[in-house]
């Protein structure tokens, strides 16, 4: 089974300041996409960036950036000049093949704070 | 604006009854998902559909049936059987493509008392 583990139950920063998500997850699949997810107070859950696994290059996204380890399943998230509108729970997913097509396994997610 | 309609935002029941969570996208993709979410749970799939009139179970089915007559449509109906109920419910859908993201609705909080 595909797993997704999120070791950080809550995180806090101060605006402007950099955070670093963590992720890591099991598969034994050598081509896969992971994505990471944001759901603020409204609930609504809003892509922040994905990452193809046979890409070498770490996907960017404005501020929002990933270190992607393929040997060490790692798959983190770092914010720069972080913002307080980026408040949110996070959540990473690992996308897994399911009969004709796909669907999505995701962690448990991190609770961010950012305090002014 | 292309999007996944979920209504209601909020639905109240009593223990015992079944009750239809609606979900409803314009986006015009196949793949469509239901998943639920606890506090410290995480998503958790309980249903999808890859296509029109065919639907699969996801990882907690229990006590949830679905219908797809409609390639736009995709309600879930959480029956009394499911034992606790109470949960944010999410609806997303995908288009094809091996990168695609899920889309998804902005959710229905089911309180079962």
């Known amino acids: 089974a595909q797993t997704v583990t999120q070791s950080q139950p809550e995180m806090s920063v101060q605006e402007a300041e950099t955070v670093t998500l963590s992720c890591t997850y099991d598969?034994?699949?050598?081509?896969?996409?992971l994505f990471w997810y944001k759901q603020p107070p409204s609930r609504q859950m809003i892509l922040v960036i994905r990452q193809e696994a046979y890409k070498q290059q770490n996907a960017t996204e404005n501020r929002f950036s990933v270190n992607f380890q393929k040997a060490a399943k790692s798959f983190s998230l770092k914010i720069s000049d972080s913002q307080l509108g980026d408040a949110a729970m996070y959540f990473c997913a690992y996308r897994r093949k399911i009969d004709s097509g796909y669907a999505l396994n995701f962690g448990k997610g991190t609770s961010l704070l950012v305090t002014p | 604006d292309g999007g996944i309609t979920q209504s209601p935002k909020y639905l109240f029941r009593k223990e015992g009854q079944n009750v239809t969570l609606s979900c409803e996208q314009n986006?015009?993709?196949?793949?469509m998902y239901w998943y639920r979410q606890d506090p410290g749970q995480g998503l958790r799939l309980i249903y999808y559909s890859q296509i029109v009139n065919d639907f699969q179970k996801g990882d907690i089915a229990e006590g949830y049936s679905v219908s797809r007559e409609k390639k736009e449509s995709f309600p879930l109906t959480v029956t009394s059987a499911q034992k606790n109920p109470t949960a944010f419910y999410l609806c997303a859908s995908r288009e094809g493509g091996l990168n695609s993201p899920l889309h998804f609705g902005n959710g229905t909080r089911l309180t079962v008392t």
């Open positions: 598969t034994s699949e050598s081509d896969y996409y």
């Open positions: 986006l015009n993709h196949d793949a």
